[in-house]
Structure formats: C-alpha cells, structure tokens
C-alpha cells in the first residue's frame, strides 16, 4: 500500500528566502507525481506534473525533482513572496491506476 | 472560463437525508474523480470514472454512489448521510490517453469544492 509523506508538516520563512519542500512514498512503482497548492477555504491549482522517466520539472520560480529509487520528491520554491502562502500538496499515482495517493500537506507562511 | 466546476460550494443539510453533488468540467477530458478532504486536510480518493471503468476506493461506504450522465459531468449522491460525511468534497479530471499497457494519465484539474456539513 502507497503511503505518501510531506515534511515539514508546516514551514514559515521571511520573504525573499529559497526554500524545499520534501515529499517521500513508500513503494517505487510509481507512474507519475504531482504538486498542488491549495489556498484556505478553496481547491487545487496543479504546480507540476512530473513523469516517472522523469528527473524534474521547471515552471518559473517552482523547481520539483524526482528520485525514483529513494522514494522522493522535492518542491524547490525561490526567492519566496507572500503569495505563495497557501498548503502544498504532493500527490502520486501508482502504475497501472488512475488513482492519486496524496500527502497531508505542508502549510508554508511567506512573512513579508 | 475553462474549468472543473461544483454546485453547491456549502450544503448543510440533516442526518438521514439524502444528498447530492454536482460536478462539470469543460476541459474535454474523459475521466473525472471524487476526492473527500477531512477535517484533518487529508485528500482521499472516493472513485475514477470514465466512461468505461469505474474505480471504487473500497473504503466508501455504498452510501456513496457517482452518477455520471456524460462525459463532463460526474455527480455525486449520498444516501442516509452521517454525522462522519461532513467534509469537503472535491471533484477533478484529467485526459487518460493512449491504450492498456501504453496509457498516460496527464495533469489532474480540481474544482473548488463542496463543504457538506451533516448537523
């Protein structure tokens, strides 16, 4: 059984700071891994999608890396604004599903 | 504006009642899902559907049935609901392309979410 973890389970910096965000599963075998962010009170906007024949994936100041074999993703966010407060998900999906396994999240406060 | 939508955003309703969701995406996908997130924030995932297969997590009680009458719309109803059932409900969907044994199951689109409070 997939088990998906995030540490840390919340993170505050100042402004301007790089940051990672870890994510670790259990079981290897997997077909993809995505990240989300979610805002209080609202649904998921998708960050980045990375394959499992992937090593990582770039969208603007979001970096998100992918070790197969160790059982680890990790979310990358430079020069952190106030705006990217919110919760980040990381969800995988096993081969041969269609089915996510999430992590609980971890809850990031950008301080101005 | 294209996207995954949900109606109603609250529902509060009493225990025993009968309830339901409503999700629609015009995205053109063709597999959408049900997702509920607990009062801890934990996203579990209730069921995938396509118009071919539909996927049970095997922890949803048959309370829960998806109800899907075309391909953008996958609806959610839930019989004789429970104090347990109040959470947030999220719908979502992606685009599963190519063929068994070559399939790529893409991005998933999330809605903003149904907050179901059972009183």
């Known amino acids: 059984k997939q088990e998906v973890t995030q540490i840390p389970a919340a993170l505050s910096v100042p402004e301007g700071e790089n940051l990672v965000l870890n994510c670790s599963f259990t079981d290897s075998a997997i077909y993809n891994l995505q990240w989300f962010r979610q805002d209080p009170g609202k649904g998921l906007t998708s960050l980045l999608l990375i394959q499992s024949s992937q090593r990582e994936q770039t969208s603007g100041r979001l970096n998100a890396s992918l070790d197969k074999s160790s059982g680890r993703s990790t979310l990358y966010i430079a020069a952190s604004q106030p705006g990217d407060s919110a919760t980040y998900l990381c969800a995988v999906r096993r081969v041969y599903g269609q089915n996510f396994v999430f992590g609980p999240g971890t809850r990031l406060s950008v301080l101005p | 504006d294209t996207a995954v939508s949900q109606t109603p955003k609250y529902l509060v309703t009493q225990m025993g009642n009968d309830k339901s969701i409503k999700c629609e995406q015009n995205?053109?996908?063709?597999?959408m899902y049900w997702y509920k997130q607990d009062s801890k924030k934990f996203l579990k995932i209730m069921f995938s559907?396509?118009?071919?297969?539909?996927?049970i997590n095997e922890t949803v009680p048959n309370r829960f049935s998806p109800k899907s009458p075309d391909k953008a719309h996958l609806n959610l109803h839930i019989n004789s609901l429970e104090l347990g059932d109040s959470a947030v409900y999220f719908c979502a969907s992606s685009q599963v392309t190519g063929v068994s044994g070559g399939r790529v199951y893409n991005e998933q689109f999330f809605g903003p979410g149904t907050r179901l409070t059972v009183l």
């Open positions: 995205l053109g996908h063709d597999t």
């Open positions: 559907y396509n118009n071919k297969e539909l996927i």
